[in-house]
């Protein structure tokens, strides 16, 4: 394969950088009336049946990421993932988002035309617009700042704060794989970081690469929920663990909570790393973040439609507040949850 030419950022000056980096993304949303080339995105209000839903997530090298082992495809199609999948937790469909970066002078334009080739994948995939963004230069490593807008019908937001005493706790997908398998990469860095031409040992855990690396958002599920005419009564995005996510569900709810040991959804790749490496898979699960699905809430009458769309897992129910929130174990004992949330880390 030839040798990619490195073209240096100040060859082509700001301007000149994100006319490049973003020249292949066309709109594809009516709402998106114009993306990157102004001074602002123009998007169109929603009607008055329809609200308009905003986020924004930081991430750091160094702290969020490591460029060692992430390759910036990926890291591009994540930055997507963590936008959309915050609109998405309030059961909207998201439409555009903006990308800024503070870049560092070791990233040549053509590593930053990788970053974005991951980021149009992932705005494909997902029925996103790229609206805009901005660059700045940046001293400390790669920082990069992403803004997702969505919308909803008025009557269909869930927020954290209305789960209701009965109500069925769901969650989506398996939990725990995002963390084993940032737990995988560090593993082989260590192992390998004085070898010349390493060849790390991932076979087997494809999957855990896969969530940690590129993590899908749930558009799925939401669509699903749509399509059934089911409105969760709460809903959060499993970015800090269960634990945690739950526990800021029972906050802003007023609520206590119960979950089944048995019945939290592990994949047998999460289990079989966490025995290699002598840890918990159900720690993993319960504090490890980064998965990305969907923590949400229903009244119980909705258990068999729940059950009929497939890939949802019930775990637990909304009980009284002064009762806490609870792991149940299979012998019926009950240990508190706490919220140790995901550890950002480099090792």
């Known amino acids: 394969m030839a040798e990619r030419k490195r073209t240096e950022i100040a060859e082509l000056g700001q301007f000149g950088l994100i006319e490049r980096l973003t020249r292949d993304f066309t709109p594809r949303n009516a709402t998106t009336v114009s993306g990157p080339g102004d001074d602002a995105a123009l998007i169109a209000a929603p009607d008055d049946e329809r609200l308009t839903v905003l986020s924004t997530d930081m991430m750091l090298e160094g702290v969020d990421f490591d460029l060692t082992y992430f390759p910036l495809k990926h890291l591009g199609y994540k930055v997507v993932t963590r936008g959309i999948s915050d609109i998405l937790a309030m059961n909207a469909l998201p439409e555009q988002i903006t990308v800024a970066l503070g870049i560092s002078s070791k990233l040549p334009v053509e590593a930053l035309e990788d970053f974005y080739e991951g980021v149009r994948f992932a705005c494909l995939e997902s029925g996103v617009d790229l609206a805009g963004g901005d660059t700045t230069a940046s001293v400390t490593g790669l920082a990069i700042a992403v803004t997702a807008?969505?919308?909803?019908?008025?009557?269909?937001?869930?927020?954290?704060?209305?789960?209701?005493?009965?109500?069925?706790?769901?969650?989506?997908?398996?939990?725990?794989?995002?963390?084993?398998?940032?737990?995988?990469?560090?593993?082989?860095?260590?192992?390998?970081?004085?070898?010349?031409?390493?060849?790390?040992?991932?076979?087997?855990?494809?999957?855990?690469?896969?969530?940690?690396?590129?993590?899908?958002?749930?558009?799925?599920?939401?669509?699903?929920?749509?399509?059934?005419?089911?409105?969760?009564?709460?809903?959060?995005?499993?970015?800090?663990?269960?634990?945690?996510?739950?526990?800021?569900?029972?906050?802003?709810?007023?609520?206590?909570?119960?979950?089944?040991?048995?019945?939290?959804?592990?994949?047998?790749?999460?289990?079989?790393?966490?025995?290699?490496?002598?840890?918990?898979?159900?720690?993993?699960?319960?504090?490890?973040?980064?998965?990305?699905?969907?923590?949400?809430?229903?009244?119980v009458t909705m258990r068999e439609r729940i059950e009929a769309i497939g890939g949802i897992d019930i775990i637990g129910h909304i009980t009284a507040p002064e009762t806490g929130a609870m792991l149940v174990t299979p012998d019926g004992g009950e240990i508190e949850l706490r919220a140790q949330g995901f550890v950002k880390k480099r090792a």
Do not use: W
């Open 149 to 299: 807008t969505g919308s909803v019908l008025r009557e269909a937001v869930a927020r954290r704060s209305g789960a209701r005493l009965n109500d069925l706790i769901c969650i989506t997908g398996n939990l725990g794989a995002a963390y084993m398998g940032l737990h995988l990469l560090e593993r082989e860095r260590r192992v390998l970081g004085d070898v010349e031409n390493p060849e790390p040992q991932f076979k087997g855990y494809e999957y855990l690469l896969e969530k940690y690396l590129k993590p899908r958002p749930r558009r799925d599920v939401i669509e699903s929920l749509a399509a059934e005419k089911l409105v969760p009564t709460s809903m959060i995005d499993i970015s800090d663990g269960l634990s945690s996510d739950l526990l800021q569900i029972c906050r802003s709810s007023k609520c206590g909570a119960r979950i089944y040991l048995e019945r939290i959804p592990i994949a047998r790749q999460t289990t079989a790393l966490a025995e290699e490496l002598h840890s918990d898979p159900v720690v993993a699960a319960l504090h490890g973040g980064e998965d990305h699905e969907l923590l949400f809430t229903v009244p």
